[in-house]
């Protein structure tokens, strides 16, 4: 095959803009006085990092912080993980593509693809699956024997994802009669199988699966952190069912429809596809292109509503990951209620009630246990039903038997977001209540102390 010719200013360019989007938002909030990682799954691997109760990948993060200040990982290992990402998708693709501007296209659109800007923002693990899905890819294609490695560290890390990748290696591995290969990853499914017995923590993983299906997170433009992006979407499965050079043959196409299917139901599916629709996606686009137009003025004017589409998009996350939580505001009441458990150890054992959304970053910043978390249907049920109640006994009873002695609301509570009115719920019930006390009051944030928590007032 002919060596296709790269401008290497351009690539590099490409590399500068994804290092550049990603620093954006830790830029901004900074310059606004906010050091703080947005979102809650960063806090949620820190807060099992210090009760002791870690997966893989928080082990993986526990053992780099002993090395390695927090507050550099939280930016340093997501920057590292997008330019190996980017690298690896560059020397994967680089094989395939067909042209220069084919090449670009798909630098582009993989780096544009909002997902890839969430993944790559404080700790999240999604960002470690994608960069290893494309060391297997990578190494696979070198046919080196290393790629079983990464393979294993995928399946430590979410052995679902793990089954899905050794199922289609599998299919390759047939299609291409590599008997080999066959016999290797047959074998190796049977070393997991093994492990498994000895690794307690991963067949528990498979219990906690959740496959639910949320149209308005789908596609990005409708407000999906973890979607896809609609044209990518369509453009890359036209793309992939139009390749006349079987790059995949029929049953790798059928398997990654099915598996685009499923990822419908299941989050991180989504985000491990983002490199197959970024190519296929390309690839279309560029056969578009080299068609000859009937109104030459529409091709200009298709590539650049594209391209907008993407950058706005991607622009839109930007914005919404520099306003997202935590504020300063509301890391300042939490820091309140870690000098309140500080200064009285009788309420070390006492929970906090709040937004479901907050319950990890409050729990990591005030160390007191947010009663509500996001990942606990049953307690974002209760959570709700609670903040809304205006039955005193009810509140009453169901603090006392959760022992939940704070309750914190804030601003966008109030807005739509559990409640609407400031008078509403069991803000009523403490406003006029002598056994809730208001016990902190700034910046729209509230807290209260409820003193029969524990059926005693023993809060100074």
Known sequence: MQKLKQNKWILILLFIFAILLILATPIERSLNGNLLTPGEETYHHLNNIEGGTTNFYELIISNLLNFIPLTILIIVLPLILMLLSLTLFYSIIIDYVKSELELYFAMGIFILTPVFLTIHIGLILYSLLLCLTLMIVHFYKLKSKLFLLFLLLIYFLSPFIGLILILFLLL????????????????????????????PNIYLQFSSLQFLFKPNQLFNFLGGKYGFVLFSFVLGLLGLYSDKDAILNLGQRLMMTIILFVSFFYEPLRVLLIPFLSFFAANYLTKLI???????????????????MLLFSTISE??????????LNQKEAYSFLYLVKDQNPEVSSAKLLTNPAYGEQATYFSKIEAYSFLDDA?????????????????????????KIAFIYVDDLMLNGNILDK??????????????????????KEKIYYFTLWNYSDTLS
């Open 172 to 199: 390759d591995a047939g299609a291409k009669k590599t008997k080999l290969n066959l016999f290797i990853l047959l074998g190796f499914i049977g070393l997991i199988v093994v492990l498994g017995f000895f690794i």
């Open 422 to 443: 400031q008078d509403q719920g069991i803000l009523f019930v403490m406003d006029n209540n002598d056994n809730f006390k208001l016990i902190y009051s700034k910046n």
């Open 378 to 402: 049953q307690s974002i049920l209760f959570t709700k039903h609670l903040m809304k109640s205006r039955d005193y006994a009810f509140i009453k009873e169901r603090l006392q038997q959760e």
């Open 290 to 308: 080299n068609k000859k137009w009937a109104v030459f003025y529409l091709k200009e004017v298709t590539i650049i509503l594209f391209i907008c």
């Open 318 to 327: 930007i914005q919404g990951a520099n306003a997202e939580n935590p504020t």
